[in-house]
């Protein structure tokens, strides 16, 4: 049974910086594609970004990018979101999320994280 377990989210004021950090105990790790969506209160989840096994392609949604990266370590079985330039409507718990198919709807990801808060300050 694979478990995702995020880190790295918190209390930080417009213009700041966070980076998330999930480790995933999946032990094909490297063939996985991996993602992050967010879910502010009272929305439905969303696609953040995503990152390819090879680690040469990534898809983000418009909102963030420029802003946000998301990049993987293979050998540490994790991946990350480096935020930056971080704006209230990034409020929203974040999630990791791990697939064998390469996409951006959430349906297509069968193992997730429990969720990390990301809450920005104006």
């Known amino acids: 049974q694979a478990q995702l377990v995020e880190s790295g989210g918190g209390l930080v004021q417009a213009g700041d910086s966070l980076r998330l950090s999930c480790v995933a105990s999946?032990?094909?790790?490297?063939?996985?594609?991996l993602a992050w969506f967010r879910q502010a209160p009272g929305l439905e989840r969303e696609f953040v970004a995503v990152?390819?096994?090879?680690?040469?392609?990534?898809h983000y949604t418009d909102s963030v990018k420029g802003r946000f990266t998301i990049s993987r370590d293979n050998a540490k079985n994790t991946v990350y979101l480096q935020m930056n330039s971080l704006k209230p409507g990034d409020t929203a718990v974040y999630y990791c999320?791990?697939?064998?198919?390469?996409?951006?709807?959430?349906?297509?990801?069968?193992?997730w994280g429990q969720g990390t808060q990301v809450t920005v300050s104006s």
């Open positions: 999320a791990a697939s064998e198919i390469y996409g951006l709807s959430a349906g297509m990801y069968e193992y």
């Open positions: 999946i032990r094909t790790f490297s063939t996985y594609h």
């Open positions: 990152v390819n096994s090879r680690i040469d392609i990534t």
